[in-house]
């Protein structure tokens, strides 16, 4: 039997059970979590989740799309891709900015791995809804870029799948698989690399020799040089 439940408005009731429900999903996965386990955690009884959310896929939707509302990622991204600066800084600053905010928030990748394993329809959903539009954003400067004549004509979707398929593919490895017990690196450090690694299969035989050419929109050389912080400290490391 759930503990009595305390009074809250209906606003902040609704608000508890998304976020008791988005730490059972994170760790047990969207079959393996009942809404009665997620009723007992909120101290309501069943009948309060049903009543906020009709059914436990409405209830995993509105956890998933809560996070993404706040991060306002389209936004963000659209914004950087606009900033002054050349491709490697700005694409440096992109990557790391999809670091910084994976690392802050490991339960949101955990829910979309487990709804993909399961093979749960809202996958498809969020894909479509949210993952589709960021590399639509990319792939439209990616796509001038090579109008410009600054990178090589390719497939501008698979080049935009393929630089924020190596960052988010390294979050993975370091958060979900563990990797960060073995080797651990800095979010700027792997920001460039990547970048850099990107660039040179992009980059036109003229501007790879300075590294990313011109910067966009001053005509001038854009090379900006990169330093890497100190060594982590423990407390410090991912």
């Known amino acids: 039997m759930p503990a009595t439940a305390s009074r809250f408005s209906a606003q ?3 608000q508890q059970i998304m976020q008791v429900a988005m730490q059972l999903f994170a760790r047990q996965g969207f079959n393996g979590t009942t809404t009665r386990q997620i009723a007992d955690q909120a ?14 896929e409405d209830l995993y939707w509105s956890v998933i799309e809560s996070k993404c509302r706040l ?8 914004h950087q891709l606009q900033e002054e600066g050349g491709d490697r800084e700005v ?8 670091l910084r905010r994976n690392w802050a928030d490991p339960g949101m990748s955990r829910l979309l791995f487990f709804s993909a394993l399961e093979n749960h329809r809202l ?15 990319l792939e439209h400067f990616i796509r001038g870029r090579i109008r410009a004549g600054v990178f090589r004509r390719v497939d501008p979707l698979l080049a935009a799948r393929g630089f924020l398929g190596m960052v988010v593919y390294h979050f993975l ?17 792997v920001a460039a ?13 003229s501007p790879r020799r300075r590294l990313h050419g011109k910067a966009r929109g001053n005509g ?17 490391e991912r």
């Open 43 to 56: 101290g309501v009884n069943e009948a309060i989740v049903f009543r906020h959310f009709p059914r436990k």
């Open 173 to 189: 490895i370091q958060e979900l698989f563990g990797g960060k017990r073995y080797q651990k690196f800095h979010p700027r450090q």
């Open 193 to 205: 690399t990547l970048t850099d690694i990107w660039l040179e299969g992009m980059l036109t035989r």
């Open 12 to 14: 902040d009731r609704r």
């Open 71 to 78: 991060s306002e990622r389209r936004k963000l991204l659209e």
């Open 220 to 236: 001038k050389p854009g090379v900006v040089p990169l330093r890497f912080p100190a060594p982590l400290s423990r407390s410090q």
């Open 91 to 98: 694409l440096t600053g992109i990557a790391e900015d999809i």
């Open 123 to 137: 996958s498809h959903r969020f894909f479509r809804t949210y993952i589709a539009e960021r590399y639509e954003a």
